[in-house]
C-alpha cells in the first residue's frame, strides 16, 4: 500500500514539475536550492529544508529541471515530508494543489475525442488503459456526450462495462455533464447514469437523484436504482434526507460559496452543461463566472419543484447580483489597475456584460418579500457587494412605498461601511411615514458617505485571531474597508472575488496551506497578480520568511509579530495611500450618492433631520468633484441656513468654476437669503458686480448663453438680498439701461470706474434719476420735515391709514441704513418658480 502511494505521489509530483512553466527569469540556481533542501533534510534541519523548499516552490522550475529535481528527491523523501505534518506536510499538500493548475492542453477536436472514446470502449488492454489517461488528462467531460450511446446500448454489454470503467477512472469531472444527462427519456441510459452516479459518489449528484427517487412517474426498476445511489452518495437511507427542493438549495449555496467540492477543474476549461433535444449539449463560461452560473442553474432546479421556495428564490437573487458585481468588478479593475483578461476570456467577458446590465432590472421584478429575504440572507454571507445590491434595488423599487423592515435597520448598523452606506440611501429613497429609532443614524451615515476620500480594500488572511483582529483594527483606523479570511484557502477564494484588493496581508503560518503556495498563486492569477503583498511571520522566523520572498516583487515586506500599530499603518501608507494608482473614483461616487440623498430630502422633514448632516455638506464643498458638490448645494438651498452662505459665496465668486455650478451656489444663496434676511455686505455685492462684469469664455453662443444665464442668477440674488441703498445704487448705476451720450463705456469698465470712486464723486455727474437716489441718502434733515405722501414713494401698499411716521424714519445716518428699516419684504411672493428659476435637482 505505502509502495503504491509512494508511486502515485511521485507521478503527480512529475507531472507538476515536469509541466509547470516559469513565468520569470530566476537569478537563483534552482538545482542548488534543491540539492541544498535536500541535504538539509538528511541531516535533520527541517527548518532550512522548509525554506529552500519554499524557494523552490516559488521559482516555478522549467521542464528540465523538473525532471532533475524529481531524480533528486527521490519518492521516499516525499512520502516522509507528507507525514510529518506541520510547515512539512503544507508544503506538499501545495505541491498537489500546483498539479490541478498544470496547464495541461485540452482536446476538444470531435474527431479526435469520438476515436479515442471508441478505442476505450473496444479496443485492446494496452491501448485502453493509454486511451484513459489521455481522456482523463487531456479530454475530461467533452468525453461524455460520446460515451452516452454506448451507456445506452443494452445489446453491446463489453462496450458498455468498458465505457462505465474509463468514466469511473475519469472520477469527478464526470458528474456535471451525467446529472445533466438524468434528464433523458431513455430508461435504460438512465439506470446506467445512476449506476455511475453511485460509484462516483460526488455529494453534487445527490439532489438530482434524490429527484429522480421522488418522482412519482418513474419506473419502479429505476428508483431502485436510484436508492442505492443515494445511499452510496450520502451513506444515508434516502428517507431520513432533506427532500431534493432543499438538496438542490444546498448545492446552489455550495456553488455560490465556493466550497471545495463545488469548484471547477482548474486545468480544464469551465462548462456550462444541458440536456436539450434528448443530447448533452456545452458552451464555455469565463471561470470567474462559474460558480454562479452552476449555483443558478440549482436554484432554477429547486424553484421548479416548488415555487413557493423563498430560500431558493432569495439565494437566486443572490447569485443574480453575484454575476452583475464580478463583472463589474472586473470591468472596474481594468481601468484602475490595468488588469488584462486571458485572450480565451475577453470575448466571454463581453457576453457576460450583456448578460449582467439585465440582472438589475431580472431582480426587481422578485418583489419585496424575497428582496428583503434575500438582504437577510446576504447580510450573513461575506459578499458585502451583493448586499449593497439588493439595497439599492429595494430603494428604488420601493421608492416612496414607505415601507420599513428589520433587515434594511439591520444593514444600516453593519460593520461594513458600504452595506451601511447603501442602507442609508435606501431608507432615504423609501421615505418613511414616521420617525423611527435610527432616523437619524441615518443622517450620520450619509454625512460618513459624504466626506468619504477613500474605497480601499485590504484582505488580511491570518487564522490567529489576535493578530487577526488588531490588523483589522489598524485599517479601520485609516478609513479603509478591511476583509478577512482564516485560511489560506478561503483568502484565495476572497481575493479573487469582488472587490479587487488593494493589498494582501498574509500570515506566513496558515493552517491548511504553505503560505509560498497562497503568494505563488497569488501571482499568477491575472486577477491578482497587481496587488502588493505583505508577509506577517513570527519573530523567530523573520529572517529566514524575508530570505524566501526577497526576490518576489509582489511581496513588498516581511513584518513580525507581536504587531505594532505604527509600523502596519507605514506599510499601508508606504504601499497603497501613496501609490502613483487613482483611488478616488469610487470614493467619489459613494459622496455623489450621499449628496443627491441628501438632496432629495425636505428642509423640514419630519423623519430625517437634514441639519445633522450640514457640516458634512458644508465641507462636500471644498475641493471635490462637481458631481458631489451639485447636489450637495441643492440640499444646503432647500436647508437654507445662513452657516453655508461663505462656502457658497467661494464658489459663486470664483471665475474658475463651472458655470453651471456657479449658477446653483447663486441660487442656493438665494434661498439662504430669502429664510434667513441676513443683511449682504457691500463687499459681497462688489463680487457680484465683478460676475456681471465678466464675458463669455469663448466667443460662441453657447458660451454666450451660459454667460447670460449666470448673469440672471446674479441679478435675481440681488434682488433677494438685503443690501444697502447705496449698493444697490452702484448696481443701478453699472447697469443702467441709458448711458451718457458722450463717451461710450463697456460695462465692465463702468462697474470699475464705479467701485474705485464715492458716492460723493459719483453725484457730480448725476442725472435728474440720481439726484433722487442721491436725496434718499443724504443727512439732510429735511426728510423728517417733508411728508412721504406721493404715489411714488408712498409705503401704504399694506394700509391705506398708515403713515410713513408710523412705519419709521430716516436716522440721520441713513446711508447706512438697510431694507429691513423699511419694513420686511416677503420673498415668499416672488418665489424663483414665478420666475421659472427653481432648479430641479433631476437636472
Given at each position: 500500500m505505502r509502495g503504491s502511494f509512494s508511486i502515485l505521489m511521485g507521478i503527480l509530483i512529475l507531472t507538476l514539475l515536469s509541466s509547470y512553466t516559469f513565468a520569470e527569469n530566476r537569478s537563483e540556481d534552482v538545482m542548488q536550492l534543491g540539492r541544498e533542501a535536500m541535504e538539509h533534510y538528511d541531516n535533520g534541519e527541517l527548518d532550512l529544508t522548509?525554506?529552500?523548499?519554499n524557494r523552490v516552490l516559488l521559482a516555478n522550475p522549467n521542464d528540465e529541471q523538473a525532471l532533475k529535481l524529481r531524480q533528486m528527491a527521490g519518492l521516499e523523501r516525499m512520502t516522509q515530508m507528507l507525514v510529518k505534518g506541520g510547515e512539512m506536510a503544507r508544503i506538499a499538500r501545495a505541491i498537489f494543489l500546483h498539479a490541478e493548475k498544470t496547464p495541461i492542453r485540452q482536446e476538444t477536436s470531435t474527431e479526435v475525442i469520438q476515436d479515442l472514446v471508441y478505442k476505450a470502449a473496444s479496443g485492446n488492454a494496452f491501448e485502453k488503459n493509454e486511451v484513459i489517461n489521455i481522456l482523463t488528462s487531456q479530454v475530461g467531460e467533452l468525453a461524455i456526450p460520446y460515451m452516452l450511446p454506448y451507456l445506452a446500448n443494452e445489446a453491446q454489454y463489453e462496450e458498455r462495462i468498458n465505457i462505465i470503467l474509463t468514466i469511473t477512472r475519469m472520477g469527478s469531472v464526470a458528474v456535471v455533464p451525467l446529472t445533466e444527462a438524468l434528464n433523458t427519456s431513455k430508461p435504460f441510459l438512465k439506470q446506467q447514469i445512476l449506476v455511475l452516479l453511485g460509484h462516483l459518489k460526488d455529494v453534487r449528484a445527490l439532489p438530482d437523484v434524490k429527484k429522480v427517487l421522488e418522482d412519482p412517474n418513474a419506473d419502479k426498476e429505476i428508483k431502485r436504482y436510484a436508492e442505492i445511489a443515494v445511499g452510496r452518495i450520502s451513506k444515508r437511507p434516502s428517507r431520513v434526507l432533506p427532500p431534493a427542493r432543499q438538496l438542490y438549495f444546498e448545492k446552489a449555496l455550495g456553488y455560490y460559496r465556493e466550497k471545495a467540492p463545488y469548484t471547477t477543474a482548474l486545468h480544464f476549461a469551465p462548462l456550462d452543461w444541458r440536456w436539450e433535444e434528448e443530447q448533452l449539449v456545452s458552451k464555455q463560461v469565463p471561470r470567474f463566472a462559474y460558480n454562479e452560473v452552476m449555483a443558478e442553474h440549482s436554484c432554477f432546479n429547486a424553484i421548479e419543484l416548488d415555487p413557493t421556495y423563498q430560500s431558493a428564490w432569495a439565494l437566486l437573487v443572490q447569485v443574480t447580483y453575484a454575476q452583475d458585481s464580478e463583472v463589474r468588478a472586473i470591468e472596474e479593475s481594468s481601468l484602475e489597475k490595468s488588469l488584462k483578461l486571458p485572450a480565451s476570456d475577453v470575448e466571454r467577458f463581453a457576453e457576460e456584460k450583456k448578460i449582467s446590465k439585465a440582472s438589475s432590472l431580472l431582480v426587481a421584478s422578485a418583489g419585496a418579500r424575497v428582496l428583503n429575504t434575500a438582504l437577510l440572507m446576504s447580510l450573513q454571507e461575506n459578499r458585502p457587494e451583493v448586499t449593497a445590491g439588493i439595497l439599492e434595488n429595494l430603494g428604488t423599487l420601493f421608492q416612496r412605498r414607505r415601507e420599513l423592515s428589520y433587515?434594511?435597520?439591520?444593514?444600516?448598523?453593519?460593520?461594513?461601511?458600504?452595506?451601511?452606506?447603501?442602507?442609508?440611501e435606501a431608507l432615504v429613497k423609501m421615505d418613511p411615514p414616521a420617525t423611527f429609532r435610527d432616523a437619524d443614524r441615518v443622517m450620520q451615515v450619509l454625512a460618513e458617505a459624504l466626506n468619504e476620500w477613500d474605497a480601499r480594500v485590504v484582505l488580511i488572511i491570518e487564522d490567529d485571531d489576535s493578530a487577526r483582529n488588531q490588523l483589522i483594527k489598524t485599517v479601520r483606523d485609516l478609513n479603509m474597508v478591511p476583509l478577512s479570511a482564516l485560511t489560506g484557502a478561503e483568502g484565495l477564494q476572497r481575493a479573487q472575488a469582488f472587490p479587487p484588493e488593494d493589498m494582501v496581508i498574509v500570515s506566513s503560518s496558515l493552517r491548511d496551506l504553505s503560505t509560498a503556495f497562497v503568494v505563488n498563486s497569488l501571482k499568477e492569477d491575472y486577477r491578482t497578480n497587481s496587488i502588493p503583498v505583505v508577509v506577517v511571520s513570527s519573530e523567530a522566523d523573520l529572517e529566514q520568511q524575508k530570505r524566501i520572498y526577497?526576490?518576489?516583487?509582489?511581496?513588498?515586506?516581511?513584518?513580525?509579530?507581536?504587531?505594532?500599530?505604527?509600523?502596519?499603518?507605514?506599510?499601508?501608507?508606504?504601499?497603497?495611500?501613496?501609490?502613483?494608482?487613482?483611488?478616488?473614483?469610487?470614493?467619489?461616487?459613494?459622496?455623489?450618492?450621499?449628496?443627491?440623498?441628501?438632496a432629495s430630502l425636505p428642509a423640514n422633514g419630519r423623519v430625517f433631520k437634514l441639519e445633522l448632516a450640514e457640516d458634512a455638506l458644508i465641507g462636500a464643498l471644498r475641493d471635490r468633484h462637481d458631481d458631489v458638490r451639485s447636489p450637495a448645494i441643492m440640499a444646503l438651498g432647500k436647508l437654507g441656513r445662513a452657516k453655508a452662505s461663505e462656502e457658497l459665496s467661494k464658489i459663486l465668486y470664483n471665475s474658475g468654476v463651472n458655470p453651471d455650478i456657479r449658477m446653483k451656489a447663486a441660487w442656493a444663496l438665494g434661498q439662504i437669503n430669502g429664510a434667513t434676511k441676513r443683511e449682504v455686505s457691500s463687499q459681497d455685492v462688489q463680487s457680484m458686480l465683478q460676475i456681471l462684469g465678466e464675458a463669455p469664455s469663448e466667443d460662441t453662443s453657447e458660451a454666450r448663453e451660459t454667460m447670460d444665464a449666470l448673469h440672471a442668477k446674479v441679478f435675481t440674488l440681488l434682488g433677494k438680498a438685503n443690501i444697502l441703498f447705496k449698493d444697490r445704487h452702484k448696481v443701478f448705476l453699472a447697469h443702467r439701461l441709458h448711458k451718457n451720450i458722450g463717451v461710450e463705456k463697456s460695462t465692465k469698465e463702468t462697474f470699475e470706474e464705479v467701485s474705485e470712486e464715492t458716492t460723493e464723486e459719483i453725484s457730480e455727474e448725476t442725472t435728474p434719476e440720481e439726484e433722487i437716489w442721491e436725496e434718499e441718502t443724504s443727512e439732510s434733515s429735511e426728510w423728517e420735515e417733508e411728508s412721504y405722501d406721493s404715489e411714488e414713494n408712498s409705503f401704504e401698499e399694506d394700509s391705506e391709514e398708515s403713515s410713513f411716521e408710523e412705519e419709521g424714519s430716516f436716522e440721520e445716518d441713513s446711508e447706512e441704513s438697510s431694507e429691513e428699516d423699511f419694513g420686511a419684504f416677503d420673498d415668499d411672493e416672488y418665489s424663483d418658480e414665478e420666475d421659472g428659476d427653481e432648479y430641479d435637482f433631476d437636472e
Open positions: 522548509i525554506e529552500k523548499l433587515p434594511m435597520l439591520r444593514a444600516l448598523q453593519h460593520k461594513d461601511k458600504r452595506i451601511r452606506y447603501a442602507a442609508a526577497e526576490e518576489i516583487d509582489q511581496v513588498k515586506s516581511v513584518i513580525s509579530k507581536p504587531l505594532a500599530a505604527e509600523i502596519v499603518k507605514n506599510q499601508l501608507q508606504e504601499h497603497i495611500v501613496n501609490s502613483n494608482k487613482d483611488y478616488k473614483g469610487k470614493a467619489q461616487e459613494v459622496s455623489r450618492r450621499a449628496a443627491e440623498a441628501l
